[in-house]
């Protein structure tokens, strides 16, 4: 056998193909961290390359012949001196056994365990996750699998072992079939690392809830009880000055971060950029040269435990960006930072420019301007996965603040130059913002000794508050039902409202100009409908972040005493604003599609097929410039007559009649669609399109059992008067859609008699589209 030396020693038997670990340290803690070293490729199943999974502190325990490796639970803890009462409490709670190792050879306190099948069981639950994703039933098959000798290593604070594992099995999904050669074996790399932990010399930093810092939270049982048994620590990089008194000092450590060697340039030197920017916010903090980048060593592995990583990963379609990390859940102490870039958000960022601007007018193909774009979108973009993995959480309000912070979602700013063509130069801001400052200072400031900790982050905090900065992430932002006016994912400026007035002016503008120029000459003319989708779906975000307004409530992560608004219902002015803006959405004005562009774009040429980048469509092979109509109706009212939505409308009239109830905003919706004056030729198949969805949406909204009996009761109400208003017309429509209006009458008495057997009749999917760049879902922050 091969004898390999380092922090847990391994032997190599060539002729069986064995991995022995010789063990020397019982009841010790280390980590076992597991991730993927080569994925699949798939971002629908999401294994990719790269891929951190779990992460455990454990210890070897020896037990007669047995060898167990045993899991701590840090989530229930006792801090105190009393180990009685730090026994009572790791008694009380469930540990985990991950895995039995049979003692082969015992040599006083040492002994030698066969790690084989450890190293090539599906740590990372491959398996399962095809199995979830229906891609079919598939297990690991010990014949196509093997110890991957060539990234298993071994160094002083830990040790790498690498395993190509093949599960086999019967596909059932078109994804696995897309990615791989044989979809019957899928072979991956799956990869363990043995990592010494940390030394005791890191202090925790409190958990603020106003700070945009990531936290652990755990139960310490010791503390007394008249304070929180849930204690939080800031998650955070080990960071420490030479002199911490002085005013700019170097870093003892410099937090160092390792971007990919197969990233290809211009990209690379983008994301070089962009991740260095967080250099400024550490100067601001007192640092010299205290963040730096580098490329990765081309003898490195990215899965390392001593390189923060940020890689370059290739999907079969676009896909989620997303910063992951190690984290030490005794102090919340970040061990690991690693980004996962998606390597064909790029290619989206381009197509927008490019409906954006017709750049290939006059058969030009400059598109430097469409690649700049695109560069500097990438660079935000590395700043901001980056910043997951130093610690930051999203900050879905800072477009407020003049886009202050790289951890929003930025929609690009598009504007209307004065010679009235499209300005692309201030898409996406360049260099670190006001609020990223904030946060490094408070994850990282290294106050003087002697200084009261608790007191100078008030002053961090409060001082930012001061500033007029705004911090609202995820769980605030995300749902459809949201309620807060600020916090928006991919909006631009400091009031929803204007914006999506201003973004319709600009898509109205590129509409009137798209054609073939989108396109390069000798491009097939059916690629134009590619071009064609992120521009006609150019409002879909700033829709969303104006309707929050609707039914909104102002708030802040606030703290008794602190001064910021705890809760505001947005006024009865903006609310009917708002609603106003967006009605505009359902327009046939603003939904029919030029006559030119449809003239222009033709079914897929030969060899090409639709794909579930363009619109879903109910002709088969031409364009549907219905359907798509229908499509962008149906996202607006999802997220305008969302249960939620609806029940604060109720709530928020009872107590406050100057804004609109849900029966106000309805029947705004009725009178700027069903009310409206009929339109003609296509923008009156539309209007009729239209109409349809918003009626679906209100039979649904009175059958929703997640919304509350009024919300209920209001919606059916509504389709009642619909029904009756449109029995009492001797003719809706003219005489050629006669038909239609018995169709409608008929459903909607149906509905009414007998509403259990309503079938809801879904609207043409929406193509992909969040986030900007990238696939559904969100920016996954991994923090493991």
């Known amino acids: 056998m091969v004898a390999h030396d380092g922090y847990v020693p391994f032997y190599w038997d060539e002729e069986s193909g064995k991995l022995y670990i010789e063990i020397t340290r019982f009841d010790q803690e280390f980590f076992y961290v597991s991730g993927l070293s080569s994925g699949i490729g798939s971002n629908d199943i999401g294994l990719d390359r ?32 009393n180990a009685a009462e730090r026994k009572a409490v790791k008694e009380a709670f469930a540990e985990s056994v991950l895995w039995g190792f049979k003692v082969e050879i015992a040599e006083d306190d040492r002994v030698l365990v066969d790690a084989t099948e450890f190293l090539m069981r599906d740590a990372h639950n491959v398996a399962g996750r095809l199995k979830r994703s229906d891609q079919g039933t598939f297990k690991a098959d010990s014949s196509r699998s093997a110890i991957s000798l060539a990234r298993t290593k071994n160094f002083d604070n830990n040790t790498e072992f690498d395993a190509v594992l093949t599960f086999t099995g019967e596909p059932s999904g078109a994804w696995i079939r897309s990615v791989t050669p044989d979809a019957t074996a899928v072979t991956v790399h799956q990869h363990h690392s043995f990592i010494e932990l940390p030394d005791d010399n890191y202090t925790p930093r409190k ?47 410099p937090i160092i971060y390792y971007l990919d060697p197969g990233t290809p340039e211009p990209i690379r030197s983008a994301l070089l950029d962009g991740a260095r920017w967080w250099n400024q916010a550490f100067e601001a903090a007192g640092y010299r040269d205290a963040f730096q980048v580098k ?121 209307l130059g004065n010679d009235g063509e499209v300005d692309l130069s201030e898409a996406y801001d360049v260099g670190i913002g006001d609020w990223d400052k904030v946060t490094v200072a408070y994850a990282y400031q290294d106050f003087p000794e002697g200084t009261n900790e ?127 803006a967006v009605l505009t959405t359902l327009l046939p004005a603003t939904l029919t599609l030029p006559a030119h562009i449809i003239e222009s774009i033709p079914p897929r040429a030969f060899g090409e097929s639709r794909h579930r980048e363009v619109f879903d469509i109910h002709t088969a092979l031409t364009l549907d410039p219905v359907a798509m ?36 905003v309805i029947n705004t919706i009725l009178e700027a669609t069903w009310n409206a004056s009929k339109s003609d030729g296509l923008k009156g198949e539309i209007q009729y399109a239209v109409n349809e969805r918003v009626l679906e949406h209100l039979m649904r909204l009175s059958l929703k059992k997640n919304a509350s009996q009024a919300v209920r009761d209001t919606a059916h109400a509504s389709v009642q008067k619909l029904h009756a208003r449109i029995s009492a017309r001797n003719e809706i429509w003219n005489p050629n859609r006669s038909r239609r209006s018995l169709s409608i009458e008929s459903r909607l008495q149906q509905f009414l008699t ?31």
């Open 295 to 415: 490329i990765l060593p081309e003898d490195a592995d990215p899965l390392d435990i001593n390189y923060n990583v940020i890689q370059w990963v290739h999907r079969s379609t676009r896909g989620w960006s997303y910063g992951a990390s190690v984290d030490d859940p005794r102090t919340g102490e970040i061990i690991k930072g690693h980004v996962t870039l998606g390597s064909l958000r790029v290619r989206q960022d381009l197509m927008i420019a490019q409906a954006l601007t017709a750049p290939f007018k006059d058969g030009d193909s400059d598109t430097s301007a469409l690649q700049e774009l695109a560069l500097a979108r990438l660079r935000q973009l590395a700043a901001h996965e980056v910043g997951h993995t130093i610690g930051f959480a999203h900050n879905f309000a800072s477009s407020v603040n003049n886009r202050a912070s790289v951890m929003d979602y930025p929609h690009p700013l598009i504007q």
């Open 754 to 784: 007998n509403p259990r057997d309503f079938e809801p009749r879904n609207a043409p999917d929406l193509p992909p589209g969040s986030p900007i760049g990238t696939d559904q879902e969100f920016c996954s922050v991994q923090s493991l």
């Open 50 to 81: 790269g891929q951190l999974g779990g992460q455990h502190v454990v210890r070897f325990e020896r037990i007669g012949p047995k060898i167990l490796m045993r899991e701590t639970n840090y989530r229930y803890r006792a801090i105190s001196d």
């Open 629 to 664: 109509a229908e499509t962008a109706a149906d996202m607006t009212l999802e997220v305008l007559l969302h249960p939620a939505r609806a029940s604060r409308l109720i709530e928020q009239h009872a107590r406050l009649n100057t804004v609109p109830g849900l029966e106000q």
């Open 207 to 253: 958990f603020d809830p106003r700070s945009g810092v990531f936290g652990i939270s755990f139960y310490d049982y010791a503390t007394p009880i008249n304070q929180p048994l849930v204690k939080r620590y800031a998650n955070r990089h080990r960071l420490e000055k030479k002199d911490p008194s002085a005013k700019i000092s170097e870093s003892v450590d």
């Open 454 to 580: 608790d007191e100078a982050l008030e002053e961090i905090v409060t001082g930012a508050l001061d500033q007029g900065l705004r911090f609202i992430s995820d769980t605030d932002a995300r749902p459809f039902g949201g309620a807060h006016p600020l916090a928006h994912l991919w909006d631009s400026g400091a009031n929803a409202t204007d914006e999506l007035v201003r973004v319709l002016e600009i898509r109205e503008h590129a509409l009137r100009q798209f054609g073939e120029d989108n396109i390069p000459v000798g491009t097939p003319m059916s690629t134009l409908e590619d071009v064609l989708v992120p521009l006609y779906l150019f409002h879909r975000y700033q829709t969303e972040a104006t309707i929050k307004l609707i039914g909104g409530v102002d708030y802040s992560y606030a703290l008794r005493g602190d001064g910021q608004t705890v809760t505001e219902i947005v006024s009865g002015e903006e609310q009917k604003a708002a609603l106003e």
